[in-house]
């Protein structure tokens, strides 16, 4: 199985910061990664495809960035909806999978 | 637009059978992969496997040997089922469709307790 590892495990930050998470592959996977945020109660709600592309819909304070095995989430300036947790998603090779998570607090 | 929302019971009791349904509105099933996801309370995410619009299937070896995933397109649906079930599988089950998971159901949870 691909691990994906996520770093750091949890933020914390203001509103206005630029935040950065990354996400690492132990094998390449190309651009075959996705990001998500996921609130309390929520269901994961999908921000970015194949590494770089921006969902229909998905603020463009939101951006990706990577290939094959180092991959990062920026979020330019933080609004108050934005603190949540976010994963990492290769779906390159089976089986698929996620890395552990970044928790993003309100500092 | 595309809605996908989970249909199952809530409680299956250890060594039972765990069975969801997951129903899909606002797009054809054709042409797409159609995915189950699960969440344990307080944890991360696990890819439980996919199934495309023709039938083919794709599991999580951690799984394999209990689960079946299977699609009725003339019913816009697909389901899960996960047999000889533990304390472990309790979670939040999604559905999602594209093995990008562009779209999600809301989830269910699902306790497997007597």
């Known amino acids: 199985d691909i691990q994906m590892t996520q770093s750091p495990s949890s933020l914390s930050a203001s509103v206005g910061d630029r935040v950065t998470i990354t996400c690492r592959a132990s094998?390449?996977?190309?651009?075959?990664l996705a990001w998500f945020q996921q609130r309390p109660g929520q269901a994961p709600k999908s921000l970015i495809h194949t590494a770089s592309s921006l969902r229909s819909g998905v603020p463009s304070r939101f951006s990706g960035s990577g290939s094959g095995t180092d991959f990062t989430l920026t979020i330019s300036s933080l609004q108050p909806e934005d603190f949540a947790t976010y994963y990492c998603h290769q779906y390159t090779s089976h089986p698929h999978t996620f890395g552990q998570g970044t928790k993003l607090e309100m500092k | 637009q595309v809605q996908l929302q989970e249909s199952g019971p809530g409680l299956v009791k250890p060594s039972e059978t765990l069975s969801l349904t997951c129903t899909v509105s606002?797009?054809?099933?054709?042409?797409?992969?159609w995915s189950w996801m699960r969440q344990p309370p307080g944890k991360g995410l696990e890819w439980i496997g996919y199934?495309?619009?023709?039938?083919?299937?794709i599991y999580n070896p951690s799984l394999m040997s209990r689960v079946t995933i299977s699609i009725n397109t003339s019913k816009s649906q697909f389901s899960l089922s996960l047999t000889s079930v533990t304390a472990a599988d309790t979670a939040v089950y999604f559905c999602t469709r594209d093995t990008s998971l562009q779209y999600w159901g809301q989830g269910t949870l699902v306790t497997v307790s007597s």
């Open positions: 199934i495309s619009y023709s039938g083919n299937t």
């Open positions: 606002g797009a054809s099933m054709s042409s797409y992969y």
């Open positions: 094998q390449g996977i190309s651009n075959y």
